[in-house]
């Protein structure tokens, strides 16, 4: 059984301890090279390191986003699931591993923009900034500087104004609407504290990002030890001289995978520029050269002459894999389990094929992103502002609330309004066409009533109003950044309860509830039962 077909957490550890691997002499050589890179990061973040490698090596890995959605720290909630267990049933040291890929485009969104739920933004989120110039977009996430201490500031005065705000609409709406008025005390010192931390000790964007991370993922009481893709992954020479050796079988095989034989793919590497930029491998038989690289950044093109492994040579440091190579590569150290993404699925598939094909070991993958429901906030508000529109209004008074229905009523309002302002601009235009005398004098009386019909009726209003209906799903289903968890749940707690969820075995496709303050959670109980259930799908 794959790890994608285990239907929970017993299945899956049971999967990855017939599959777990223990290292030999080359291996522990390997993996003590490796653990450099890792004490570097843990040295920079100041984050204590535990970490025996005689034992199995579990994984996971992201880019450095943004204040990070929720489902890169259940990566990590997943692989710690998994030790526990192994640590139990095998009785042997279980490395718990992340890695940061800081070598990608930082042009990547996420990298530079986090959410959160507030109905009354556009889309039904609020977007924080994460500053990267657009001449940053061609080059690697690690050579972006970080925020200056204004922007920081403004970060988290951001943030604090999203919790107050709705901390006191959701108070405000529930008192108007006669609900149950819940107790809502936010912290968001948590926040501000790792914010601060992660801005003294990191250098540039993608160490801000990432020690945010890991600093949250301290604060549960994790051992994980981290590294960064554009340090450890020199480590695999060996593997990517392989890949680089057999880049035409390597080169057939992703194409039957992505079932485009016209095209070439790519080399498994990246060379990275120092100007900061990330540069096309190529391979020549040209006589005096074997690998080319081209910068995408600043478009200089370096030779590597000499044979493969002497051209790999001159370009180490500076070499990060491509997607699909990189846990190939990874079988250097053994890893037994990686914890992949929903977005990664069909690059850890071809990988996997290529790495049969090759003949070599490949991890055991699984992935879990369920739907968590939870009475944030920001959701609570979202609910509430749905209706309050529709007792404001008296729209939709014998059903449950549902968001077309208001939607659909709210644009009947709208549309009589309307009707009545498009009439009077059809006398507008006779008026101005028979330029009858006074007739300035009769356009501006037009004016003024159709300006008084919008006031008498609210028309802005009711726009505004309906643009909130709108946002109310939206709203609901965003995948926030972890500091909608952090604040309303705390971070630890949420940990703690994805942690027993796991533990209690529940399929890995079920939604998770999770609590926050027992008055919150009342509330969101009373609230959902006002409203269609397909809002909460």
């Known amino acids: 059984m794959k790890g994608d077909q285990c239907k929970n957490l017993q299945e899956l550890t049971r999967v990855v301890a017939s599959n777990a691997i223990y290292p030999d002499h080359a291996m522990r050589s390997k993996r003590k090279a490796f653990a450099e890179h890792v004490s570097a990061f843990h040295n920079d973040s100041r984050i204590p390191l535990q970490a025996d490698y005689e034992g199995i090596v579990l994984m996971s890995a992201h880019q450095p986003n943004f204040l990070p959605y929720s489902g890169v720290v259940r990566k990590v909630v997943l692989v710690h699931a998994v030790a526990e267990r192994l640590r139990e049933r095998l009785g042997c040291p279980v490395v718990e591993l992340f890695c940061f890929a800081d070598q990608d485009f930082a042009d990547e969104r996420w990298f530079r923009e986090a959410q959160l739920p507030s109905v009354r933004n556009r889309n039904g989120t609020l977007t924080l900034h994460l500053p990267v110039a657009p001449t940053y977009y061609n080059k690697l996430m690690r050579v972006v500087p970080k925020p200056d201490r204004d922007e920081l500031v403004r970060l988290k005065s951001d943030i604090e104004r999203w919790a107050s705000e709705s901390s006191d609409s959701v108070v405000k709406y529930a008192k108007r609407l006669r609900l149950p008025v819940p107790e809502v005390d936010l912290d968001t010192r948590v926040v501000s504290d790792v914010i601060d931390r992660a801005y003294e000790r990191s250098t540039n964007a993608a160490d801000f990002n990432a020690f945010f991370f890991a600093y949250l993922i301290e604060e549960c009481g994790y051992t994980t030890a981290f590294a960064r893709f554009s340090q450890c992954q020199q480590v695999f020479t060996e593997e990517i001289a392989f890949l680089l050796e057999n880049y035409d079988q390597y080169a057939k095989l992703m194409a039957e995978s992505q079932k485009n034989l016209a095209t070439k793919p790519p080399m498994p590497v990246w060379y990275h520029c120092p100007c900061g930029g990330k540069a096309d491998v190529e391979m020549t038989h040209v006589p005096d050269h074997m690998l080319v690289a081209k910068c995408r950044s600043c478009t200089t093109t370096v030779k590597f002459p000499g044979d493969l492994r002497s051209a790999l040579g001159q370009m180490l440091p500076n070499v990060s894999l491509r997607a699909e190579a ?21 690059y850890l598939s071809r990988a996997e094929k290529i790495a049969g094909e090759f003949g070599m070991r490949f991890p055991v993958v699984s992935m879990w992103r369920p739907k968590d429901t939870y009475a944030g906030v920001g959701q609570l508000d979202a609910i509430l502002e749905l209706l309050r529109v529709r007792s404001q209004y008296k729209l939709a008074k014998d059903e449950k ?13 709208l549309a009589d309004v309307d009707g009545v302002i498009c009439a009077l601009d059809n006398l507008k235009s006779a008026v101005a066409d028979r330029k009858l005398d006074g007739f300035k004098e009769r356009i501006a009386t037009i004016v003024s009533m159709q300006n008084e019909l919008k006031t008498r009726f609210e028309r802005n209003q009711i726009a505004r109003d309906r643009s909130i209906v709108g946002n109310t799903s939206k709203t609901l289903n965003v995948i926030p950044s972890v500091i909608d968890y952090t604040t309303n749940i705390g971070i630890r707690s949420t940990c703690a309860q994805w942690l027993h969820a796991l533990e209690g075995n529940i399929s890995f496709n079920a939604d998770v509830p999770l609590r926050t303050d027992a008055s919150m959670d009342a509330l969101f109980n009373t609230i959902k039962q006002l409203c269609t259930g397909g809002l909460f799908e």
């Open 401 to 413: 609330c549902d968001v077309e229905i208001v939607q659909g009523e709210l644009d009947d309002m």
């Open 326 to 346: 990189m846990l190939i590569a990874f079988s250097g150290i053994g890893l037994s389990f990686y914890v992949g993404g929903h977005g990664g699925a069909e």
